[in-house]
């Protein structure tokens, strides 16, 4: 069955940086679109960024410039690079798997599997 685990979360100052892991297994990792999303305390799970099997990448207006999302195909992972961290930023963070093309898929939140999580805290 398809499993996403995510690692690297951690506590950070505003300013700072984390990198986000996901380790995926159970299908065919070149055919889906992977994505992070996040939700904190009190707030709908939103979409953070997107890639697919192209290396096209989409990311949420609060986070260009600042995150960076990749994959490496050769170890079915994907990472969510986030520099220049605000408090705002708080949120547990969700690796994301759905079938298909950035194109063809829909909104991140709508994607169909999701990780169990792992979470981010940036203090001011």
């Known amino acids: 069955q398809v499993q996403l685990v995510e690692s690297g979360g951690g506590s950070v100052q505003a300013g700072g940086s984390l990198r986000l892991s996901c380790a995926a297994s159970?299908?065919?990792?070149?055919?889906?679109?992977m994505a992070w999303g996040r939700q904190a305390p009190g707030k709908e799970r939103e979409g953070v960024a997107a890639?697919?099997?192209?290396?096209?990448?989409v990311y949420a207006d609060s986070v260009k410039g600042r995150f960076t999302i990749s994959q490496d195909n050769a170890k079915n992972t994907v990472y969510l690079q986030m520099d220049s961290l605000k408090p705002e930023d708080t949120a547990m963070y969700y690796c994301?798997?759905?079938?298909?093309?950035?194109?063809?898929?829909?909104?991140?939140?709508?994607?169909?599997?999701w990780g169990q999580g792992t979470q981010v805290t940036v203090s001011s």
């Open positions: 994301a798997a759905e079938r298909g093309t950035i194109e063809t898929t829909p909104l991140v939140a709508d994607f169909g599997y």
């Open positions: 159970g299908f065919t990792f070149s055919s889906y679109c």
């Open positions: 890639i697919d099997r192209y290396g096209k990448a």
